[in-house]
């Protein structure tokens, strides 16, 4: 799965700098995002931006925190642990793993989109290198697979030390 993911990277990265209808006939690559309006508020400050992705940050992190505890994601913990045991007790294998991988798409796909056109204010393929990726595997690898708050803590070790490091 690791594989394929990296290999369907390569391959838009790919396709969008050379199929430009993609990037509406922009020489470049690059599609540059209008003034951002949500339900007719202008989110143009960083401050708003700021708030606008962290109101995103904790209605996604709620959400996945009742799912987990759900009965989808006592599924999809027994299939962590062991899969044979999960199915011997009447969990269904493939169902559980893709919807696993469906939720956890639709989480990166909001962060991608949320990275590039907050943040960023433009979207390229390039800005999406093999490097991010790394390092948001590294954020959860750090902060334990299996722990939502861990993922916060590896995002920030990612992130924070390498400032302290240059400031020191």
């Known amino acids: 799965l690791a594989v394929a993911t990296l290999a369907a990277q390569f391959f838009t990265d790919w396709a969008f700098l050379r199929v430009k209808w993609f ?22 400050a960083p401050w708003q931006k700021y708030l606008f992705c962290l109101g995103f940050l904790v209605l996604f992190a709620l959400v996945a925190k009742n799912l987990v505890r759900s009965h989808i994601g006592r599924e999809w913990m027994a299939m962590r642990d062991m899969d044979v045991a999960a199915e011997v ?10 919807s696993a991988f469906a939720v956890s798409s639709f ?12 943040h960023l204010g433009s979207w390229e393929p390039l800005a999406f290198s093999i490097t991010l990726s790394l390092n948001l595997l590294f954020m959860i690898i750090i902060g334990g697979l299996g722990s939502i708050l861990g993922s916060f803590f590896g995002a920030a070790f990612i992130v924070v030390l390498p400032i302290f490091l240059n400031q020191a």
């Open 89 to 98: 007790i009447g969990i269904r294998p493939m169902a559980a793993k893709l």
């Open 23 to 44: 990037t509406n006939d922009s020489s470049s690559g690059s599609v540059s995002v209008a003034g951002l309006k949500v339900m007719g508020l202008s989110v143009e």
């Open 107 to 118: 989480y990166v796909g909001v962060a991608g989109a949320l990275w590039g056109l907050i």
